[in-house]
């Protein structure tokens, strides 16, 4: 079966810590993307990366960091910078940012900082 | 810049009744649209997309939405609610200028029985 898959589902850290969510994809997409997801604010761009090696600032990137060495992973790291890091992250991809293709989202990490 | 309002965080139908979630969009060039639906504690779905060509569009599920260009708005609609269609509905725009889509906040509906 061709998808997403996020780990772990649930993750909790001390504060201070880093923390680094896993994002693998068998869809043979070039782009995949980081959301975070907050009750009553819909979902806001973390990252985006259109190829490997290639990555761009979304809407909320402080604190955040990714990479993209392989076409298939797509990994996110909360740093300790990250003010509120608690959330539900989601990671999708779609097969490219030049034009309007659907995206296809993996089932999330609810992280929890206390 | 594009941007995207769901009015109504809740909308509560009674299972059988009309369902209706309200879209509207800001967007300078010519916008795509797109419906996804997303299921407690998952990621989100796909139910419809308008890009070009006809304005009524259909989804999965007996989902559709309307692309009406005078009112700058994508509402969906399903004729008869069913249980299983309780869940958060999100509306979002991408455009030429970015294809990256812009969500709205959410609508989350409620099904009674």
């Known amino acids: 079966d061709g998808g997403i898959t996020q780990s772990p589902k649930y993750l909790f850290r001390k504060e201070g810590q880093n923390v680094t969510l896993s994002c693998e994809q068998n869809?043979?997409?070039?782009?995949m993307y980081w959301y975070r997801q907050d009750p009553g604010q819909g979902l806001r761009l973390i990252y985006y990366?259109?190829?490997?090696?290639?990555?761009q600032k979304g809407d909320i990137a402080e604190g955040y960091s990714v990479s993209r060495e392989k076409k298939e992973s797509f990994p996110l790291t909360v740093t300790s910078a990250q003010k509120n890091p608690t959330a539900f992250y989601l990671c999708?991809?779609?097969?490219?940012?030049?034009?309007?293709?659907?995206?296809?989202f993996g089932p999330g990490t609810r992280l929890t900082v206390t | 810049a594009q941007s995207v309002t769901q009015l109504g965080s809740h909308v509560s139908v009674s299972e059988g009744a009309l369902v209706l979630l309200r879209c509207n969009y800001s967007?300078?060039?010519?916008?795509?649209l797109f419906w996804y639906v997303q299921y407690p504690n998952q990621g989100l779905q796909l139910l419809l997309k308008?890009?070009?060509?006809?304005?009524l569009v259909k989804g999965i599920n007996g989902f559709e939405a309307e692309f009406k260009k005078s009112e700058t708005s994508f509402h969906l609609t399903k004729p008869s609610a069913h249980m299983s269609d309780a869940a958060e509905y999100f509306c979002?725009?991408?455009?030429?200028?970015?294809?990256?889509?812009?969500f709205g906040r959410g609508t989350s509906l409620i099904v009674h029985p």
């Open positions: 999708a991809s779609s097969i490219s940012v030049a034009g309007p293709y659907e995206q296809y």
């Open positions: 869809l043979n997409h070039d782009a």
């Open positions: 990366s259109q190829i490997v090696n290639d990555f």
């Open positions: 967007s300078s060039v010519p916008p795509y």
């Open positions: 308008y890009t070009t060509g006809a304005t």
């Open positions: 979002a725009v991408a455009s030429g200028g970015s294809y990256i889509p812009t």
